[in-house]
Every structure is written in structure tokens, then in C-alpha cells.
């Protein structure tokens, strides 16, 4: 007779506690607190993890063993004799981080730790297209070894572009400017080139990433980030996840219908209209010159009108008019808690433009989130990469020991 009772539906049979599966936890457990915390020793570990001392010894000398830790000194000036300190070791694994867009490629290289040991950016505007992919992968090789690291060093590289796979059918879409990245096996040909994982994700959703990680949306699970620069986007994060849509397209709102801007009938072609219209790169140029303000860059114009009284200020707001009638479209969707203003031109304008939107948003719009400027400095999407490729390799490295 079996009396084995049936688990309920909907809920998943509990996994037994094997000695391999709990020794796993607590070298999980284990491995992160020395991320988050710096150099431990087994008796701090031993307290955080609420192991015994045995046991926190038998852990570090498995993940020893493993090269995942190495020793690093001793502690000093407490009773008692100095204990033996042990830290994630550096050399576990390495990654790259990647931003490439129609004028460059910016590359940064870091260990297991995060610690970034170098950076390296290519030019790439008016080289050919068949170009595209063999000077990404030149640009990741140098700067490998600009860091002084073995060639076929990389764990994870993670690559950010101004567009998005499709998940059915593996092709970039919504990046017709940017050419020689449509090949249909664009992800294969990567990977067999810089010899590892290569994972391809939309340049704006990485910026979240980095702002959830370590910029203005840090704990906060529900935000949405508007991103001006050359282009317009969005990243939406939801319950703590990116949400990308059915073909990968959330967030590709530069043509939406708003207000003031010409309606796009034909988005196949290349053709002008939508919100990029208001607040895209050519547009706010457009709106400096009517306010008597010259500069060869929107990101100028921005910081030329925080510098000029009058017509300075008239132009910051209605710029902060614009990108709060297309903020209040997808405020009205997503009712999200925050929202970051990042990209060159928000934020040359920082925390007065910021301000501005803020005021605007609330004349037009029921639902009232918290507007905030970009804290990630230089490359959001280069450090949103990197957190990617460092997910993923620590998920590697740590489970598989």
C-alpha cells in the first residue's frame, strides 16, 4: 500500500536535505558574504552562517581547494591569537562588459570580484559594416590584453546594443542603424570568435540594471528608466525583473504617438515622428537654437541652459514639458514607484532638470512617481553589463565546484 502523501497541487515536492545539497548552501552562503563583506575569517563566517567552527574550517578548506578563496593575511590588535582572513579569490573568473552603439565600443574587463582591471574604447562611426563584429571582437581582445590576462581568460561577456533579440528568431531587431549586427547566427559567430559565452541584451535595460544595482534605483523593484541620448528609450523593471516584451520590444518608445509629434505611419522605414521627435538628439538641438542657445551636442545645449539665465531657463522648461508628456504615457501603463532620468541629455541637467520633469510630470499625470537623476557614472550600460556577466559567472563558478 503506498501512504506516501500527495503533495498539493500547485506546490513543488520539497527537495531532500542531502549532505551534498547542504554543503552546496553554505559554500553559496558563504561565498557571498565574503563578496559583500571583504576578507572574513572562519570564525566571522562561522557566526553570519550560523555553522559550527568544524564545519566553517571543513567549508573554507573545500573552497580553497577549489581556488574559489584564498588566504589573505590575519587579524591584528584583538585578544587572542591573529586569525587566518580568507577572501574570494580574484582569478575564479573574469568577464567582460560591452556598450556598442553607431560610433564606438567602449569594453571593460573584470575579475569575479567586480574590481574592473581595464577599460578600452574603439571608434567605430564610417567603417565599413562588415567591420561591426570583427572590431567588437579586436576591442574585448585588446583589452584582455591591457589587463595582463591570458587571451581565453573570459568566463561571460555580456554586450549591450541600441536594439533587441528577438527570442524567437535569434535576429536583432529594432536596430536598422546599427549595421553588420543582423546576421542570424550573430550570437554562434560571437561566441566561436571570442571563445565563451556571449549573451547580447538591450543597451537601455542594462542601464537599470546598473541603477538597480548600484544607482538611483537601488531597492527599488518597480521603477521604469528613460533613456535620451542620440536616441529615446525605456527600461521597465517589474516585481525586481526586467520586463522585455513578447519580441524583446518593451520599452522601444522612441515612435510612440504623443502629443506634438508627427504621427509614424510607416515604422518599417526609415522615416522621422513619435516621441524621439520631442526629445531625441536632433530635436532638442532644434529647441536650443530657437532659444538662442549654440552647441554641437543636445548633452551641450543641456549644460549651455543651466548656464544662461532667461532663455536658459525657458528652454529647460519645455524640455522638461516634453519628456514628461511621454513619461506620462507609460506612467498611465506601468504606474511604476520611481523614475530615472538617464542618458547624456538628462543628465547634463541633473538635479534641476530632474526637478523640472518632476513638476511637469505631476500637471498631467494621476499617478505621481518620484523622478530621479542617474547615479551610475561614465557607462551605465558598460557597468550594467558587467553585473550581468558577473551574475552569471559567479552562478557558474559557485555551483559547479
Known amino acids: 500500500m503506498n501512504d506516501k502523501i500527495p503533495t498539493p497541487p500547485g506546490r513543488p515536492t520539497p527537495l531532500a536535505g542531502t549532505p551534498s545539497l547542504l554543503r552546496a548552501i553554505n559554500d553559496r552562503a558563504a561565498l557571498e558574504l565574503l563578496l559583500a563583506h571583504g576578507p572574513l575569517s572562519r570564525t566571522q563566517i562561522g557566526a553570519m552562517t550560523g555553522l559550527s567552527k568544524p564545519t566553517a574550517s571543513q567549508l573554507l578548506a573545500r573552497l580553497e581547494s577549489a581556488r574559489l578563496v584564498e588566504a589573505v593575511g590575519t587579524t591584528a590588535g584583538g585578544p587572542g591569537p591573529n586569525a587566518q582572513l580568507y577572501r574570494v579569490n580574484p582569478a575564479a573568473a573574469y568577464v ?30 564610417g567603417r565599413p559594416a562588415t567591420e561591426a563584429v570583427p572590431r567588437t571582437v579586436a576591442a574585448v581582445a585588446e583589452t584582455v590584453r591591457q589587463a595582463g590576462l591570458p587571451a581565453d581568460c573570459l568566463r561571460e561577456i555580456v554586450i549591450g546594443v541600441p536594439g533587441a533579440l528577438d527570442p524567437v528568431s535569434g535576429k536583432l531587431r529594432y536596430a536598422s542603424h546599427l ?124 549644460g549651455l541652459a543651466l548656464r544662461t539665465p532667461g532663455a536658459g531657463d525657458l528652454f529647460l522648461r519645455t524640455l522638461a ?7 506620462s504615457v507609460v506612467v498611465a501603463v506601468v504606474d511604476p514607484e520611481l523614475l530615472v532620468l538617464s542618458g547624456r541629455t538628462p543628465t547634463a541637467g541633473g538635479e534641476r532638470l530632474c526637478r523640472l520633469v518632476q513638476e511637469e510630470l505631476a500637471k498631467i499625470s494621476i499617478p505621481r512617481p518620484q523622478v530621479r537623476c542617474s547615479t551610475v557614472p561614465d557607462s551605465p550600460v558598460v557597468h550594467g553589463a558587467l553585473q550581468r556577466a558577473l551574475a552569471a559567472a559567479r552562478e557558474a563558478a559557485f555551483t559547479t565546484h
Open 96 to 125: 567582460a562588459g560591452l556598450d556598442v552603439d553607431t560610433a564606438r565600443v567602449r569594453v571593460a574587463v573584470a575579475d569575479i570580484t567586480g574590481t574592473v582591471l581595464a577599460e578600452h574604447t574603439v571608434p567605430t562611426r
Open 179 to 302: 549595421p553588420g549586427w543582423h546576421s542570424p547566427r550573430l550570437l554562434a559567430e560571437l561566441a566561436e570568435a571570442l571563445g565563451t559565452t556571449v549573451s547580447i541584451e538591450n543597451d537601455v535595460n542594462l542601464a537599470a540594471v546598473a541603477e538597480r544595482s548600484s544607482g538611483a534605483a537601488q531597492g527599488c523593484d518597480d521603477f521604469v528608466l528613460l533613456w535620451a541620448a542620440e536616441g529615446v528609450g525605456a527600461a521597465i523593471v517589474l516585481a525586481g525583473r526586467l520586463h522585455r516584451g513578447f519580441t524583446g520590444g518593451a520599452g522601444e518608445i522612441g515612435y510612440m504617438t504623443v502629443p506634438g509629434a508627427p504621427v509614424v505611419h510607416d515604422v518599417h522605414r526609415k522615416n522621422s515622428g513619435g516621441f524621439q521627435e520631442l526629445v531625441g538628439e536632433e530635436a532638442v538641438l532644434a529647441l536650443a537654437a530657437e532659444h538662442g542657445l549654440a552647441a554641437p551636442t543636445a548633452e551641450g545645449a543641456v
Open 321 to 327: 514639458e516634453r519628456l514628461a508628456v511621454g513619461l
